[in-house]
């Protein structure tokens, strides 16, 4: 393998999303890219959760359930948290805020931060005037870092409000190295000027907080979302100031959708939560997410989160945005539905059948218990959604409410027709009941072949009167399921039906 990241030793990662949504595919890809990749160093490798939520007013303590929720379902976990004395909480940024501080004050005392004092006003007096200008010039005019820095250290101690600014260097060429995307640089003139640290309350921005936490957390690898190319220099840039040694940066390519554009709820369901609600399988939508953008062995499709975890590679990352198939996606689905025992199936599909009163109010007696688990076999093969079974199987559970007598007519025949045929195929079905398919299906061939017609114009209106659809889980299988009373009892009642007319 070839991996500047194993011979160099320990990996060390991070997800740090900013609970202020729900999470999305482009989250968890981030998260997912980033669990993968510690877990494929083995021991060597740590992956770690911080939540940066240094913006206190679009935080919602319902995203960062959504969060734990969504790691729960999709069976991410972190490594290690502050508290690792009973179960490791994630690391946690407004726990951290005094930390931040002092660093913000290190970097003054370096020379490479100063104090600024500008009022919220005059920041957006200049904001203003710039606008009316159409200079092309945004953001702060650096008119506090000419002030001496005695003067400033006085008057910041004395109490008077102020932020603290980062000094970018003027003049200068930024570079850094993107371990997917190559050399990158950024004319620091270019780079948001001198760009607030620390908020005059106290408050880290993102920058101060991500680049100090990376650091004391020992990240070697920062795996985001490309997005964050841009704050990628100020970052770089931060390290130096400092002192610190940079991680490998490996900005992720774009997740769009078919028409080309970044994916948003336009394309359709981004939040996991909606994908979950929908009836999507975990399995199917790790093993999907972490084909966007990456590849694992050539001519394979499917793999588990254990299997991901072992293939990852950085090497195998690609420069080229994702797009996101939502078709495909539904083929993932419907293959990890497949990959299920019937025990495991009914249990994803039970809350749907109930919730459809599948088994009337008390819900499922014993019998009725061993129909649903056993009529898995019938409609795997087909079933895309857990959702989508209990209108499949309604007609094993509750007689199925009659349908129109056209439906019963194989091509070409009438009702005189019809009727003879169903009286041709009642004497079969009680044996039939208790045949395996194959013998089954021998059987009423046999039938129709002594009695001159054609097996579909007997096997259709068997079906009809058994599953009351001309289209329908497997007949065979559905005559044994309900047993021979019930079958028979169904095509004398379709028979009765019919001669009515
Ligand atoms: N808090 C940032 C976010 O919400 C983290 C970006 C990064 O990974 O550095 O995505
Ligand atoms: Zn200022």
Known sequence: MHSTEKAAGKVRDRYAPSPTGLQHIGGVRTALFNYLFARSQGPDGKFLLRLEDTDRTRFDERYVQNLYDTFDWLGFRWDEGPDMGGPAGPYIQSERFELYKTYARELVGKGRAYYCFCSPQRIEEI?????????????????????DSDEAGRRAASGESCAIRLKIPLGETTRFHDRLLGDIEWKNDDVNPDPVLLKSDGFPTYHLANVVDDHLMGITHVMRAQEWIPSTPLHVIMYRSFGWEAPVFCHLPMVMGQDGKKLSKRHGATSIDEFRKQGYLSEALVNYIALLGSSYEEGRDLYSLEELARLFSLDKLNKAPAVFDYKKLEWYNGQYIRMKSDGELAGLILPYALEAGLFGKDGPDEGQKKTFTASMSLIRERL??????????????????????????????????????????LPLVS?????????????????????????????????????????SPPLFGSLRLLGKDRAVSRVERALEALRGL
């Not at 395996?436 to 007997?458: C, F, H, P, R, S």
């Open 431 to 471: 044996k039939m009941a208790l045949m395996n398919d194959e013998d089954a299906e021998q059987y009423i061939k046999d039938a129709a072949e002594t009695e001159g017609v054609k097996l579909g114009d007997l096997m259709m209106p068997l079906r009809v009167a058994i599953t009351g659809a001309r289209v």
């Open 127 to 147: 904001r203003k005037q710039r606008e009316a200008a159409r200079s092309g010039e945004s953001g702060y005019d650096r008119h506090c870092r000419t002030i």
């Open 384 to 425: 895309v959604f857990p959702g989508e079974a209990p209108a499949k199987l309604a007609y094993l559970f509750a007689e199925p409410p009659p349908p129109p007598p056209e439906e019963f007519f194989p091509k070409k025949a009438g009702l005189a027709e019809t009727i003879t045929l169903l009286e041709k195929v």
